[in-house]
């Protein structure tokens, strides 16, 4: 029925009932809802729209230190894995060659400069052999040493002191007196035959070839680390020690040397094997002076018997 009414004619007769105060017809009611149909309450809401994520910010990365690293990395990679440890091999040590030559004043062995205040007489440094010239050496065939000058002031109106002038003059009047303290002198045009250093007669007899040019030196065995066991009764064995009262040792020193005057000179002898040397006054100790060119005899019956042998060890 409402369908067939128009609109507008609904909408009049509407407002007619309202103007007088009537109830609203029931009929007219529902043309007017047909007309205006309620709105759908289960309507999908629209989704906002979302904005894209804002991408983090990458550091680029230098081309440089990209090839730095992946250098690094790859050396890493290629480095050979480490040894295992082992003994410490012998260490080898290298000397200067010495070979025959014309100029044997440039080696490094000889004294380059001479100081014009001092005698000079030659001294050579017993106590720093040339390597390869010690006990023990491959190769070693008696030691020859550093070329020194003597210490001391030379006599007026001479070159040498009174020391060394007295041995020169024995040496000019007997060439073939063998007087092992002495070493020639450093100005000399031809050079001492018996002094022990590089170039010398003595010198070229013992190493025709030269010096060897290395030497092995045996390595020092590695201490191996103690156990607990062994700190602990270490401790307790310094602990006693500490707390015990030493006697001093009172006993007397055994005298290995003596000296002694034969045929007006000075001679020293070993009170243990009885061999006698003649005495070099500038020597340092006995022992320097045990030397073969200074090997006199043997101490027999308290007299030197200037017997045949020689001062090779027994």
Known sequence: MSSSIPSVALLAKAILCLSKGEPLPSIIADALRELCPEPVSDAEPVAEPVADPIPEQVTPVKEKKVRKISKAVAAEASAPAPAPASAPAPAVVTVVAVTATNDWRKHPSRLQTIDSTRCTGRRIDTKNPLIGTRAGDDGSNGMIF?????????????????????????????????????????????????????????????????????????????????????????????????????????????????????????????????????????????????????????????????????????
């Open 146 to 314: 550093p070329e020194k000058q003597c210490t001391r002031k030379p006599s007026p109106g001479s070159k040498l002191c009174a020391g060394c002038a007295t041995k020169d003059a024995e040496y000019k009047a007997d060439p073939s007196k063998n007087n092992a303290s002495w070493q020639g002198r450093l100005d000399e045009e031809t050079l001492y035959p018996r002094a022990k250093i590089v170039g010398s007669e003595l010198f070229l007899k013992r190493y025709p070839k030269g010096i060897p040019t290395a030497t092995t030196v045996a390595p020092v065995a590695p201490v191996a680390a103690a156990t607990k066991t062994k700190t602990k009764k270490a401790a307790a064995v310094a602990v006693a020690v500490a707390a015990t009262t030493v006697a001093a040792d009172v006993a007397p020193v055994e005298a290995l040397w003596s000296s002694f005057q034969h045929e007006g000179r000075t001679h020293i002898r070993n009170l243990k094997n009885n061999k006698v040397y003649f005495a070099n006054l500038s020597a340092n100790s006995p022992e320097e002076n045990a030397v073969k060119e200074q090997y006199v005899g043997r101490w027999v019956d308290g007299n030197v018997e200037l017997v045949g042998d020689s001062d090779d060890d027994e």
